[in-house]
Structures are given as structure tokens and as C-alpha cells.
């Protein structure tokens, strides 16, 4: 993993989503580095990690986050938000809270989960990358900003910048693929024991509008924020209204008990 690290004050560590990299929270990092240290991660196969050979596994990488980075607020986006969220349900002594941004316990439909995509959704792309890995990737892009008030800001911004430290590895995204295939934590919710917060557009093609407030239900000390115009990417088309719940939360998370 690699691992940058921004600004001063209580840390707040922010984890991407998939093929992406912490270089895309950008936006945030300008909002909230002068009250903030930020510490920006790039899974193993993304990023600056590109040439890192470990499984894309949350739990065997949980241990080694909090170590690298203890006392955090854990923020995951998309598929980080996996991450986070095995930190926190691992780590609890470990975590101030967690933020789920875009993210979801179960991204897939299934029997009693009305709140995901097809499951043939994620293996269609795994399928394409063989073909068209470049273009596989670009249209993941653009199925990101869809539907966000902001889509054509939000898109430049993703096309710009999701490549910029290199493409990731063919290995780390099929693992990926598969975590969002399969990954399920919502039996796991009622016990977690740090506070949450889950932030998600109203328009977001990839986790329906209705996930998150259901996530949330399920987990004590948990509030959910539906951001009206808002896609997949929310920190970038409405970056102040992202960090403005961030910075509350992290007030109430890290102020003296």
C-alpha cells in the first residue's frame, strides 16, 4: 500500500473505490487539510501501489491500515468503503468512526436486498477488461458521473485524474470485481460499535438512493445523508456540502470526551 499524508490536527484517513486512487479526493483535501490530517490511501494495484502484489483482501489489509494509521476516522468510498468498514467492525479500540461515502454493505441485489445493481453487472466488466482494458475503465468513468446534476464537471474531473499515477493492475480490479460480487456485510452492521456516518447522491447509478438509509438503519449511532444532485462521486460535484458533513462529524467523533 502507499499511504500520502496531508494537513494537521485529528487524522482522517480516506480510502477509493474501484481502479481509482487517493489522489482523486483532491477536492477534500482542500476543504479540510487546515483542520485535518488527512492520510490518503492507495490499495495494493492502485495508485502509487500499482506494482504491490498483496490481495485486495479488506481483512487481510484491515490490520495493517490501523497500524499504519491508528486513532483515524475511516472514510471508504465506493469499494473502500469495505475497508473502512472491516477497520471499524475489527478495530473498534482503534476507530474513532467511519464515513461511507457511495458505499454500500451489499452492492448487489439479492433475495431481501432490493438496494443493488445486477449481479451480471460487475462480472460483464470483468469480462470486458480482457478485451478493452483502457476503454473497460472509461466507461466505468462515465457510469460514475451518470446521473449527477454535476456529470459533465464530475466526469472531466475522473477522466483527469483517474490515470494520472498510472493505470492499475489488471490482478487488483478482478479481485475487486469479485468483492463487490460478493461482499455482504449487513449481518455484521448491528455490531458495529463506532459511530457512522453514510453519505450518498440521490442520483447515483451504482448504489441505489435507497442503500445507504437502509444501511444505516441497521447500525447503532449511524446517520445517513442523501445529497439531492449528487452521483456516485459526491465529493467532486458537491464538494462543500461532502465536507461540511465530514468536518461535523469528525467534530463530534474527536472532540475531549
Known amino acids: ?48 501501489a500499482r506494482e504491490d502484489a498483496a490481495p485486495l483482501s479488506p481483512e487481510a489489509l484491515a490490520p495493517e491500515l490501523v497500524a499504519r494509521i ?9 469499494l473502500g ?30 433475495e431481501g436486498w432490493s438496494h443493488g445493481v445486477s449481479p451480471q ?17 472509461e466507461g466505468f468513468l462515465a457510469l460514475e458521473a451518470l446521473g449527477s446534476s454535476y456529470a459533465q464537471d464530475e466526469l472531466r474531473s475522473l477522466k483527469a485524474q483517474a490515470f494520472e499515477r498510472g493505470e492499475p493492475s489488471e490482478r487488483a480490479l478482478q479481485e475487486g470485481l469479485v ?38 438503519a441497521m447500525a447503532p449511532n449511524a446517520r445517513s445523508v442523501v445529497i439531492a444532485g449528487a452521483g456516485h462521486a459526491p465529493f467532486l460535484g458537491a464538494a462543500d456540502e461532502v465536507a461540511t458533513q465530514i468536518d461535523a462529524f469528525m467534530r463530534a467523533v474527536t472532540a475531549p470526551a
Do not use: K
Open 70 to 78: 491508528p486513532d483515524a476516522v475511516w472514510l471508504g468510498w465506493s
Open 179 to 216: 468483492l463487490l460480487d460478493r461482499l455482504d456485510l449487513r449481518g455484521e452492521l448491528p455490531r458495529l460499535r463506532v459511530p457512522s456516518l453514510w453519505i450518498s447522491g440521490r442520483r447515483d447509478r451504482l448504489i441505489p438512493a435507497g442503500a445507504m438509509p437502509a444501511a444505516a
Open 121 to 137: 453487472l460487475f462480472r460483464d466488466f470483468g469480462e470486458a477488461l480482457g478485451r478493452d482494458f483502457r476503454g473497460t475503465l
Open 81 to 110: 468503503g469495505q475497508f473502512a468498514l472491516r477497520c471499524a467492525l475489527d478495530f473498534p479500540e482503534e476507530v474513532r468512526g467511519v464515513v461511507m461515502v457511495a458505499s454500500s454493505p451489499r452492492f448487489v441485489t439479492d
Open 1 to 48: 500500500m502507499y499511504i500520502e499524508t496531508r494537513g494537521q490536527g485529528p487524522a482522517l484517513a480516506l480510502i477509493h473505490g474501484w481502479a481509482m486512487h487517493g489522489g482523486l479526493f483532491a477536492p477534500l483535501v482542500d476543504r479540510l487539510s487546515d483542520r485535518y490530517t488527512l492520510h490518503l490511501v492507495d490499495l495494493p494495484g492502485h495508485g502509487h
